[in-house]
C-alpha cells in the first residue's frame, strides 16, 4: 500500500516557519532534531505530517502557476472560520474566499516564507 507520509518545506528560518505553522494551525510539533539550524516534523489533525528542514540556498517565491509543485491544500469543514484567522493575523492572502459553481470553496495565501497555501472545502468527498 502507498500513502504520503509527509510534505517536506524547505526553509530559510526554520524555527520561524514552524512557529507561524503551530500558532496559525494549532499543528502539534512531533520532531525536533535540536541542531543549530533544527528540522521539525507537524502533526495536522487528521494525522498528516509536514516536515520543515534547513534550506542550503534560498530561491524567490514563485506563483501558482511555475511548473513544480507550487501549493499545499489543506480540506476544511469551516472555511469562513479559517478565512477570519487568516486576515486576523495579517496573512498575505492570494485570493479571496470564494465558491465555484459546484459549491467548492477556497482561498489561497501565502506563509512567511512566501509557501502558497491553500484551503479549500468541498461540499462532497472527491472520492
Known sequence: MLNLEHVGIC???TVALKDWYVRLFNLKVVYDNKKEKPTFFLMLPDGGLIEIYPA??????VNNKYQ???????GTDNIEKEYENLL????EILTELSTNAKGVKTVFFKDIEGNIIHFIQRPEPLC
Open 88 to 91: 486576523k493575523n495579517n496573512v
Open 68 to 74: 513544480g509543485i507550487r501549493h499545499l491544500a489543506f
Open 11 to 13: 526553509a530559510k528560518d
Open 56 to 61: 542550503e540556498v534560498s530561491s524567490e517565491s
